[in-house]
């Protein structure tokens, strides 16, 4: 089995959850992203679904380096905005940063009474195969942005089973019970086949 792994994203704290969920999992591989490879490039994500967006990116580094390569592509999914913003999680009002927009959401559903609301991550790994895994954590947009853990919608994203919001989660815990999570363990259990 290769050694090592290519995580096909530049986002810091995506890469440090994927880190330490592997580690926690005893997935002993020198983990690489495209920054330590001195490859500053971005792979354009126009694919429709979340899917397609990870094998987009996945491919481009595959390709690249034949270093075997696992993509994550995520975001959040408001059922009173028809599942929106999805793919465009990152880029929803792309000029504002997270707090503006987790402002803007909880603005906007004021006096929304169904605030439902799950986030989904689809996992692209491609060494001689390609194969997908997809992964969900549900919860409700909150009221008002708590925590200081997590990053993107997280203070917003509210687990009723906790009775807190996904930032107040501790990180070794989030890392447990995150869409992250359940679809990286997926992809743990087939390698362990």
């Not at 990152?90 to 605030?115: G, L, Q, S, T």
């Not at 708590?146 to 070794?172: C, N, Q, R």
Request: aromatic share 12%.
């Amino acid at each position: 089995m290769d050694k090592k792994l290519l995580i096909a994203s530049n986002n810091v704290n995506k890469i440090k959850e994927i880190a330490e969920i592997l580690k926690a999992h005893g997935i002993d591989r020198e983990l690489l992203t495209p920054k330590m490879l001195n490859d500053h490039s971005e792979v354009i994500e126009d694919g429709f679904t979340f899917k397609d967006n990870a094998y987009l990116k996945a491919k481009h580094y595959h390709d690249l380096y034949h270093i075997p390569t696992l993509s994550d592509d995520s975001g959040i999914l408001i059922d009173y905005f028809l599942s929106l913003p999805g793919v465009h999680s990152a880029r929803f009002a792309e000029d504002y940063d997270y707090p503006m927009k987790n402002a803007m959401i909880m603005n906007m559903m004021k006096y929304v009474n169904n605030r439902n609301a799950s986030y989904q991550c689809d996992i692209c790994y491609i060494d001689e195969d390609v194969r997908f895994y997809e992964g969900f954590i549900h919860g409700e947009i909150a009221r008002s942005a708590k925590g200081e853990h997590g990053f993107g919608y997280d203070p917003i994203f509210y687990l009723p089973s906790m009775g807190m919001t996904l930032a107040e989660v501790k990180p070794e815990d989030k890392n447990t019970i995150s869409h992250r999570y359940n679809a990286l363990i997926r992809w743990v259990h087939d390698l362990e086949k």
